[in-house]
């Protein structure tokens, strides 16, 4: 492989990299600072990247073109955020070949970490019900918020599936979740509706997506960070919508 084979299979390789941890949701100085670092093993002088949530400008130098990647979806997924991590580092150490890495790369894009919808279901449930006892509910009130919460995000899961609209489904879920916790309290099965639907809600809040906003915003990516922190607030906006919706009727 000659020389500049090398240099565009780097290239492919930081893309990738990036992309992959974009796409789990990895903070914009993080993914600029690998991409930096799997690049430097090459000597490229003058790198510069570009990350938004939605894609990422590469350059290697004036001697190569700029390449463009586009980020299609974005979920939560730390195994590849730390598998990247490490394929980094280990290739900064001469520990694994440019084609190993990319051989690695490719398995990891075509690798699911994610814990199955069951258990993603299941942690859900005992979240909320977590969650309830955390803000001052009564242990009654327990195994409502745990069906509602459980519920809720099986149901987040299944439409998002189907439609691919992150904020339409999360409206469906909270709507879900006030139906099941009003029947709950109707019934009998619950007293406090207010702090059981507190409860369900919080494995739908987009937490992670918040933090990552604010530390973009602190290190200087303000569009990485204003775009993140939009979308954190238009998901808490349909999460209260839903709610909000059940509640007036």
């Not at 990319?102 to 969650?131: D, G, W």
């Not at 006030?178 to 919080?202: E, H, W």
Request: hydrophobic share 50%; proline share 2%.
């Amino acid at each position: 492989m000659s020389e500049k084979e090398k240099d565009e299979l780097m290239i492919d390789c930081c893309l990738l990299a990036g992309k992959l941890m974009i796409e789990s949701g990895a903070e914009t100085y993080r993914v600029e600072d690998t991409m930096s670092r799997m690049a430097s093993t090459r000597n490229m002088a003058h790198v510069n990247s570009y990350v938004t949530p939605t894609g990422i400008f590469f350059s290697a130098g004036n001697e190569k073109q700029t390449r463009v990647i586009r980020i299609n979806s974005r979920t939560t997924d730390l195994e590849k955020i730390a598998l990247m991590n490490l394929l980094s580092r280990k290739l900064s150490a001469g520990e694994l070949t440019l084609d190993e890495v990319f051989a690695e790369l490719q398995t990891i894009s075509k690798t699911n970490y994610m814990f199955p919808v069951s258990v993603q279901v299941l942690a859900a449930a005992v979240a909320s019900a977590c969650f309830l006892i955390l803000f001052g509910g009564g242990w009654g009130d327990l195994p409502s918020a745990f069906i509602a919460g459980g519920a809720g995000l099986a149901i987040q899961l299944l439409i998002h599936e189907k439609t691919q609209v992150k904020f339409f489904s999360e409206f469906i879920a909270s709507m879900l979740i006030g139906v099941l916790a009003m029947l709950s309290v109707g019934l009998g099965f619950g007293t406090d509706l207010d702090v059981i639907i507190i409860g369900s809600v919080m494995p739908l809040v987009p937490g992670l997506l918040l933090t990552n906003a604010v530390r973009d915003l602190m290190a200087g990516n303000f569009i990485a960070g204003l775009s993140k922190g939009a979308e954190a607030l238009l998901t808490a906006f349909a999460i209260g919508a839903g709610i909000g919706l059940i509640l007036s009727l």
